[in-house]
């Protein structure tokens, strides 16, 4: 018996470079869900939900493997006290995000999912980052050259003009990213 196939359910390019450091081969596919937040539910609960619902959206696309594929799902959000930042709408609204994140600790929270057949493995990673401050004109050139409305927060860790205001992490730097790598592969190995 071979292998299990390995399926990243996500669009995020962040994710499939994260998941390529593994070399474990994977394929990708585009999946569309509603990222609904729950007001009752904690950020930890929401992301995974999230998270939960997109990997179920994705075994519902493919055909039955015989618990030969694994699907992998994540969902990111970045949170300052009780308030959540997805990603932004435009300019105006990625500005707002980046000018409330500066100068204190904010947290990243990833949640990801494993699936395969009836097996599910679920778990939520957070990360503290504490940006620099930064101008109206910093911020400004940032949204303008790095264009992060794709990006929970309105910033990528990973962007060279970012690493200027990243001024402490402490957690996995791949979570900020996109994809705790470090607890995905702990958690894909009992997996395979």
Do not use: W
Not at 2 to 27: N, V
């Amino acid at each position: 018996m071979g292998k299990p196939a390995l399926i990243l359910a996500s669009q995020s390019p962040r994710r499939r470079d994260i998941l390529s450091l593994t070399l474990i081969p994977f394929e990708t596919m585009a999946i569309e869900t509603r990222e609904t937040l729950d007001p009752t539910s904690s950020i930890e609960e929401n992301v995974t939900k999230i998270a939960l619902e997109k990997a179920e959206c994705a075994a519902a696309l493919l055909p039955k493997q015989n618990g030969k594929t694994i699907i992998l799902t994540a969902d990111t959000v970045v949170a300052k006290g009780n308030r959540i930042y997805g990603k932004p709408a435009g300019f105006d609204e990625a500005f707002e995000m980046l000018k409330s994140l500066q100068n204190r600790s904010h947290r990243v929270y990833t949640g990801f999912v494993l699936l395969c057949c009836d097996k599910i493995h679920t778990e939520c990673v957070t990360t503290t980052v504490e940006l620099e401050p930064m101008s109206d004109n910093e911020i400004k050139r940032y949204i303008l050259s790095e264009k992060p409305y794709d990006k929970a927060g309105s910033y990528g860790i990973q962007d060279p003009l970012m690493a200027c205001y990243i001024r402490r992490i402490e957690g996995c730097y791949h979570n900020v990213v996109g994809l705790p790598l470090s607890r995905v592969c702990k958690a894909l190995k009992t997996f395979l």
